[in-house]
T-cell receptor
Framework: DQQVKQNSPSLSVQEGRISILNCDYTNSMFDYFLWYKKYPAEGPTFLISISSIKDKNEDGRFTVFLNKSAKHLSLHIVPSQPGDSAVYFC????????????FGAGTTVTVRA | DAGVIQSPRHEVTEMGQEVTLRCKPI?????LFWYRQTMMRGLELLIY????????DSGMPEDRFSAKMPNASFSTLKIQPSEPRDSAVYFCASSLGRVGNQPQHFGDGTRLSIL
């Protein structure tokens, strides 16, 4: 069963605008969340993370928001750049499960010039 | 800094053959993970090691799959005999410590095709 869900398989956004990627999870034991970015023919690259004790974490153009009551997190990219075109994976982990990562199916972001 | 190195990048072989995938983790990292990515199941964890010791192999799909880590700088994932449904991209990742404060770093993967 898919414990981490990214319901939007794709997202198209104009350069300079905001990209918002969403992720939902079902396991209330998850206490650490990550976003990875993946280019074709490369491995996923860590982007940003957030622990369950926070509701926001920011790193440059990337901000992750966590809503524990809704079991929902989102990644905001502002402003979007052509180099942001990639597949973005949401991942979650639980301390009680030795922090094994569960990944969502990914969202393909296309930034239009 | 050298990242996680996987070889080969591509492997095409016939059903029934033995396949060996290789991984060199980042120097100093004490955790090593093997993942498989397919269209149907996405990215799924197969097995992981801590200090060269297998900790959890519950994701290994069948006995045809085995993994070893003879030393801190090398790991293999073997499939014997291989089947067409094993076709996927296999990723190796390493981390320093658990994900709580250290994210996993992935290699570029091995694209495996079983004919």
């Amino acid at each position: 069963d898919q414990q981490v869900k990214q319901n939007s398989p794709s997202l198209s956004v104009q350069e300079g605008r905001i990209s918002i990627l969403n992720c939902d999870y079902t396991n209330s034991m998850f206490d650490y969340f990550l976003w990875y970015k993946k280019y074709p023919a490369e491995g996923p690259t860590f982007l940003i993370s957030i622990s369950s004790i926070k509701d926001k974490n920011e790193d440059g153009r990337f901000t992750v928001f966590l809503n524990k009551s809704a079991k929902h997190l989102s990644l905001h990219i502002v402003p979007s750049q052509p180099g942001d075109s990639a597949v973005y994976f949401c991942a979650a982990a639980a301390r009680v499960n030795d922090y094994k990562l569960s990944f969502g199916a990914g969202t393909t972001v296309t930034v239009r010039a | 800094d050298a990242g996680v190195i996987q070889s080969p990048r591509h492997e095409v072989t016939e059903m029934g053959q033995e396949v060996t995938l290789r991984c060199k983790p980042i120097s100093g990292h004490d955790y090593l993970f093997w993942y498989r990515q397919t269209m149907m199941r996405g990215l799924e964890l197969l097995i992981y090691f801590n200090n060269n010791v297998p900790i959890d192999d519950s994701g290994m799909p069948e006995d045809r799959f085995s993994a070893k880590m003879p030393n801190a700088s090398f790991s293999t994932l073997k499939i014997q005999p291989s089947e067409p449904r094993d076709s996927a991209v296999y990723f190796c990742a390493s981390s320093l410590g658990r994900v709580g404060n250290q994210p996993q770093h992935f290699g570029d993967g091995t694209r495996l095709s079983i004919l």
